[in-house]
């Protein structure tokens, strides 16, 4: 099959029509009915927008088919897709919808999801299909830009080319062995790389896709894991995470479920013990990447090797540098830091680094630049490198603080607390108290919310493991730690329900 676009790809798959390529909470997807749901887009999409100067169709996305059938007829009509969330603030949809420069959003929606309110929304007649799509596309090198997700600060669009990604696909299969009984779960945002990845990966190999909802429940998630029979997952450790209960154990193990892939933040070593321990059957594979290196650029599969580290509280390796993707370390001035065990900046060069941030070239210009006459890209995620090239994250730059003249990695606090009997997750930041005075806090969420935390003894322990000043002023237990809709920690509002609830 000669892949050299996504649209030519897409096209081909009529030769598999009648296989069953996606499944969601209503519908079963054969290749024919999805194929034909995107022409019908593609036709919708030129009709809407082929007078219109966009650098890409805004579309609000949820959790179903629509959704990639919306993203797949933006390709073939060859526009590059901004995927939307449907779950945002319809004032920050709005916000990103104007920044595209459109009035309008195609929705990727199905008919039962909630719309955002207040917008102006196109939605394509229910269950309109067409057999063929045949008016000339644009061309264009951009195959999506996405913005990206956070609590802080404006949203960035990313562009993101198709040689980026094709290099993705072809570099994920030195990783990922796909068989003919496997199916992906999407448990993320399609508004969210992770899910381009899953996305991306069902066209490119041919591997069915099952959408998943209601992710921050085990129980429901297991059901659908047995019912889609899933057998690969990529989500943040979170989602992971949320499963390391005793109820979870049996449920799981009597899926088909073989593999798991967490990415876009720290895997908590106690919970990757729990599941090398209780899901011995299953492969974890460790991975790192950011959204403007299309999507991920190391893997790591987590073997007995990596036991000893575990059992120590330990981060695993995120994998090592590739042909394809090409990690070094550099120091503030981008020069290569070439010992073992120097911690400097991971940079990520080549074919991977993406076009840059849409709009914004001094924020382009602070992240992308030229290394050994290759693109290159500061991702602003701090490591080292053993002996044996593996690539090790110790934090990020934006989470290292000084404070009383020391430099405190706030990462380092979260590790050690995380590592204690009872504590499911946490969260250090600094609080102002005032223009003069700061102090170090945290926020934890128990494993078991029936035992008490016992403040005394946990400063006691954290003291015999980490320097005085290191040791925050206040410990705050809550409910349950926020998250952003891409399932990773929200600290803006860990730190909004501190300070309405600390006394």
């Keep these: 099959m000669n892949k050299k676009n996504f649209s030519d790809i897409i096209h081909q798959k009529l030769t598999l029509s009648e296989k069953i390529i996606l499944k969601d909470g209503w519908n079963d997807w054969t290749w024919k009915n999805l194929i034909f749901r995107s022409f019908a887009y593609a036709e919708f999409i030129k009709n809407n927008y082929s007078d219109v100067d966009i650098p890409a169709i805004p579309i609000i996305v949820g959790r179903s088919g629509e959704s990639i ?67 000339q596309s644009k061309k264009s090198k951009i195959l999506y830009l996405l913005f990206t997700s956070g609590s802080t600060g404006k949203p960035k669009g990313v562009l993101c080319s198709t040689n980026n990604i094709m290099n993705t696909m072809n570099w994920s299969k030195k990783y990922l062995d796909w068989n003919k009984s496997d199916v992906i779960g999407c448990a993320t945002q399609f508004s969210f790389d992770i899910s381009l990845f899953d996305f991306f990966t069902m066209l490119y190999f041919d591997v069915p896709l099952a959408i998943l909802d209601k992710i921050s429940s085990p129980q429901e998630v297991t059901k659908q894991i047995s019912t889609f029979k899933v057998s690969s997952i990529f989500s943040v450790p979170a989602f992971f995470s949320q499963f390391t209960t005793k109820s979870s154990i049996k449920n799981i193990s009597e899926t088909k479920l073989r593999r ?110 030229m290394f050994n006459k290759k693109p290159a890209f500061k991702t602003g995620d701090l490591g080292y490198k053993d002996k044996n090239d593996n690539f090790y994250l110790v934090g990020r730059n934006d989470n290292i603080v000084k404070m009383h003249g020391y430099r405190i990695d706030l990462n380092e606090i979260e590790k050690t607390l995380n590592n204690f009997s009872n504590v499911y997750a946490t969260s250090v930041f600094v609080n102002k108290i005032s223009n003069a005075h700061s102090e170090l806090w945290a926020a934890l969420e128990l494993q078991n919310k029936n035992v008490k935390l016992n403040v005394f003894e946990t400063k006691k322990k954290l003291r015999k493991l980490l320097p005085s000043y290191m040791v925050p002023k206040r410990l705050l237990v809550m409910p349950k730690l926020p998250l952003t809709i891409n399932g990773k920690l929200d600290k803006k509002e860990v730190l909004k329900y501190v300070r309405q609830n600390a006394i």
């Design 260 to 369: 798991i892939i967490a990415g876009g933040d720290f895997f908590s070593p106690k919970h990757i013990h729990f599941w090398m321990k209780n899901f011995p059957k299953i492969s974890i594979y460790n991975v790192w990447g950011p959204t403007e290196t299309s999507i991920v650029n190391s893997m790591h599969k987590i073997t007995k090797r990596d036991i000893k580290k575990i059992e120590k509280g330990q981060y695993t390796s995120i994998g090592k540098s590739t042909l394809l993707m090409q990690l070094v370390l550099v120091n503030s001035k981008n020069e290569l830091i070439s010992k073992h065990n120097e911690i400097g900046e991971l940079a990520v060069l080549g074919k991977s680094v993406s076009m840059g941030y849409y709009n914004s070239p001094s924020e382009t210009e602070k992240k992308y630049f």
């Design 69 to 135: 059938a919306a993203m797949m007829g933006s390709i073939l009509a060859g526009y590059p897709f901004a995927p939307i969330s449907h779950t945002q603030p319809s004032v920050r949809i709005k916000n990103i919808i104007d920044s595209l420069n459109a009035s309008h959003a195609i929705s990727g929606l199905h008919s039962l999801e909630q719309k955002p309110e207040k917008l102006e929304i196109l939605e394509l007649s229910k269950n309109k299909l067409l057999q063929k799509f045949s008016s």
